[in-house]
């Protein structure tokens, strides 16, 4: 058995996205790298080079995946191929984790030693009488040892119906799943929409808090360590849900092109896992950033 | 029945195809075999860009006092030399070998994401020509050193940070990309019967390597990332009036850091494990103690990352158990060691230039080995932290380590990537050249360095003048050196003997029941493994 699955391992021709995307990645680098250099003046032309840089990837992403969409509806893909696309994806999303686990490693570090620290925690009581000895050391850090001040952002309110949200979807996306395998389309197009939905509310509601941060409660990324570590860890969270939803969408447009069957529906098995880690990562954010 | 008529017109196609040549073979590629030479080629102009960086550095250090270079440019070349040996040639250069002979050694067809491969490849020379570009701008190339510690790197910048994060950022998705596709292809496309303790040890150092890969690349993204909005946008993750802490950079880099280190010789170990038994034309000593070992190591490589902060002023039981972790690896290491001297042991011994830089490998590795023992003990280290001692000592093990091992592996496969013998008689001068000049340029260093000469600084006290100028003699000699195995090589591309299949009579493995050169497609179908 093994052995006739593998013989129809399926290796692409050349293929011309590879360099088109890397010549995205090298405008989106450099030009990310010119219009940041060049944040305080304002000059240059690397926020353009940024935008072409995006919108080269935007078709790359395209291009390549119609080719794979179109190679898999050939029937050119054996259950070997299957599994290589499902064991990158996993790995993919491990890497992910490890990305947010800096960012988690900086908070708790910033929580646990930096900031008791800098109040004279440890032995460092006479540092903190010669550098600040102002300084109070709580979490949320509401005012640095420098002085800036803000405001903690509660758990409730928005951050909660936000979890509500996102949690709710992580369970939508799985009876979709569930609908798919079952060969029940009418209930997968109702769940995905569902899923889709929350997703999108998610957003809006991120956007609605970051609105609320920045005009009433003097919450910004620079607001010192606690502002530091809530945009970067919710910022990031936001982008990979925004990654997420276009990938629901596009799923949610090859289901009704009458794409997936029941035992072949890897693209669609990723983006749900993708969703699922989202929801993960957003649990644990909520725990150490709102809540404790 | 249907599957093999499918394999068999699928055979077709891909005969058809690969004829495309000229600027196209190489963009568009998709095959193992294409890659692997890109990655190779890649990493070997790099090797002599960040070379001649280094020639700068030594010419600087050749006499005390300032003559040729300003002490910022001075800063500007030890970083970009360091930036580009680790991520552009040290690595790439193992991904190029992975390219080449993990789908030969395991019987795959081919990388099992091959267009992801080329992907990963063709980013890296825009990641590189970003870095480049920053030594002429206005503001100079990062000059904070390739560990890149906050404040130099945020507070203290010259206005290239930006250029230098993204390039790293660039060159982080290069290294998961290719990560990923190495575990994929190791864990998906063996061929039936190729059990993992069936795997070449080459195979399991790489495995183990991507995984490393995997787990800390990100930190790596995330920590550039910490640097660039610290340094641009305000936030103060590693500023102390903000809460944050500069010490934290040094915890996040060196999660990533450590880890680094072991991705950058493990996939050594791989390749001297495989040569040393074909040219004592005995087996490894102990094939399955080699993989716990390997596991071991980069395991350990996770909790040992505070022993390059021993000075920072970490609390006691940070600096015990960063040091008892550290020297716990002598053991796995230790194991290595003398699998290698065991499997040589009464073994009938050749010594053709793989089998010469495997060896040279097994000793001077072990003198980077016995000096990264030394620092790991904590009051030692507070005496040699940020000496020359510390160069002296990551230079042992990333040159004659890491450089040698890729050097073995490169005359050990020439022949069956270009199907012709190399020139024995120049490969054993540059092994002989490179032996003794990378010793006159790296063991001066252990005494300069506990003598108190600090490291990437432009100047230095006047009694430390007499090693410095052998030290930057040696150096010159090295770099010459290298010039041969360029010469070397094209010679070899271009001629020469014709290669038997199996020109090594105590190799191992399925590379070797191939013809020489492979051809474009091997295991189209797979072979049975018993």
């Known amino acids: 058995m093994t052995t006739e699955k593998y013989e129809s391992y399926y290796v692409p021709d050349q293929s011309h996205w590879p360099i088109v995307g890397a010549v995205a990645l090298f405008l989106i680098a450099i030009g990310a790298g010119n219009y940041v250099a060049n944040l305080d003046t304002g000059e240059g032309i690397g926020g353009w080079l940024l935008l072409a840089g995006i919108a080269i990837l935007i078709y790359m992403v395209f291009g390549w995946f119609s080719n794979v969409i179109d190679e898999s509806m050939a029937g050119k893909y054996s259950a070997q191929m299957d599994n290589s696309f499902r064991q990158g994806m996993s790995w993919f999303i491990f890497s992910e984790v490890m990305f947010f686990a800096a960012f988690f490693g900086a908070l708790l570090y910033a929580r646990v030693y930096s900031v008791p620290w800098l109040g004279g925690a440890g032995n460092n009581l006479e540092t903190m009488q010669v550098l600040w000895p102002e300084f109070l050391a709580t979490w949320p850090l509401t005012k640095t040892p420098d002085g800036t001040t803000t405001e903690a952002m509660g758990w409730n309110g928005l951050p909660l119906y936000n979890t509500i949200l996102l ?27 569902i899923t889709v939905l929350f997703g999108l509310a998610f957003l809006v509601l991120q956007v609605e808090e970051y609105i609320h941060a920045y005009s009433s409660m003097g919450l910004t990324l620079a607001s010192g360590i606690y502002g530091n570590t809530f945009f970067l860890l919710t910022g990031f969270h936001g982008m990979h849900v925004t990654l997420g939803t276009i990938m629901l969408i596009v799923m949610f447009c090859r289901v009704f092109k009458g794409h997936f069957t029941p035992d072949n529906h890897f693209a669609f098995q990723a983006a749900s896992w993708y969703w699922h880690f989202v929801d993960v990562v957003w649990v644990v954010l909520f725990l150490f950033v709102y809540i404790i | 029945m249907t599957t093999a008529t499918e394999t068999l017109e699928h055979h077709d196609d891909d005969h058809h195809d690969h004829k495309m040549t000229g600027i196209k073979r190489w963009l568009y590629t998709t095959n193992h075999k294409d890659i692997g030479s890109l990655y190779l080629w890649f990493s070997f102009i790099m090797f002599l860009t960040g070379g001649a960086m280094a020639m700068v550095i030594r010419a600087e250090l050749f006499q005390p006092g300032l003559q040729i270079i300003e002490p910022d440019f001075f800063n500007q070349m030890t970083t970009v030399h360091g930036l580009i040996m680790v991520f552009g040639a040290i690595m790439p250069a193992f991904t190029g070998l992975a390219n080449w002979m993990l789908p030969m050694m395991i019987g795959a067809p081919d990388m099992a994401l091959p267009r992801l491969n080329n992907w990963s490849f063709w980013i890296l020379p825009f990641a590189f020509a970003i870095l480049l570009s920053s030594l002429f701008m206005e503001s100079g190339g990062p000059n904070f050193g390739w560990t890149f510690y906050a404040p130099l790197s945020t507070t203290y910048s010259n206005g290239s940070t930006a250029f230098f994060v993204f390039a790293v950022h660039i060159m982080g998705i290069s290294s998961i990309m290719g990560a990923i596709n190495i575990v994929v292809t190791i864990m998906n496309l063996r061929a039936p019967g190729m059990t993992y303790m069936k795997m070449p040890l080459f195979v399991w150092t790489f495995f183990i390597t991507a995984y490393l890969l995997i787990a800390v690349m990100p930190v790596l993204a995330g ?125 009938s011994m050749t010594f053709e230039t793989p089998m010469l830089f495997s060896i040279a490998f097994v000793i001077l590795f072990t003198i980077g080995g016995f000096s990264g023992l030394m620092l790991a003990m904590t009051p030692v280290d507070f005496q040699y932290h940020d000496t020359y001692f510390v160069v002296a000592h990551f230079h042992y093990v990333l040159v004659t380590g890491s450089l040698f091992s890729i050097f073995a592996g490169a005359y050990y496969w020439l022949p069956k990537w270009t199907g012709h013998m190399y020139s024995e008689k120049l490969g054993k001068l540059h092994f002989w050249c490179s032996l003794i000049s990378v010793n006159l340029l790296f063991f001066p260093m252990h005494f300069l360095g506990l003598a108190g000469m600090p490291r990437r600084i432009p100047d230095y006290a006047l009694q430390f003048a007499d090693f410095n100028k052998w030290v930057s003699i040696g150096g010159f000699a090295f770099g010459l050196s290298q010039l041969i195995f360029l010469v070397v090589v094209i010679k070899c591309i271009k001629g020469g003997e014709k290669a038997p299949a199996k020109p090594w009579d105590g190799a191992e493995g399925l590379e070797w029941e191939v013809p020489s050169p492979a051809p474009y497609h091997t295991f189209s179908t797979p072979p049975e493994i018993k």
Request: charged share 5%; aromatic share 18%.
């Open chain 1, 167 to 193: 949690m709710s979807s992580s369970f939508t996306a799985h009876f979709a799943h569930v609908a798919l395998e079952q060969n029940r389309r009418g209930a997968l197009k109702i769940w995905l929409g």
């Open chain 2, 223 to 347: 920590t550039v990332t910490m640097v660039l909005t610290d340094t641009y946008f305000g936030t103060s993750f590693f500023n102390a009036a903000g809460g944050g802490d500069p010490v934290m950079f040094q915890h996040i880099f060196w999660f990533f850091g450590h880890p680094e280190v072991y991705i950058m010789i493990l996939p050594a170990f791989g390749i001297v494990s495989t040569i040393i038994p074909a040219f004592a034309r005995k087996p490894l000593f102990g094939y399955s103690s080699m993989v716990y070992a390997t596991s071991s190591i980069a395991f350990l490589s996770f909790i040992v990352w505070a022993h390059h902060m021993f000075t920072t002023g970490m609390p006691l039981a940070g600096e015990l158990f960063f040091m008892y972790c550290t020297m716990l690896i002598a053991v796995p290491t230790g194991v290595k060691v003398f699998n290698w001297v065991a499997t040589m042991w009464q073994g």
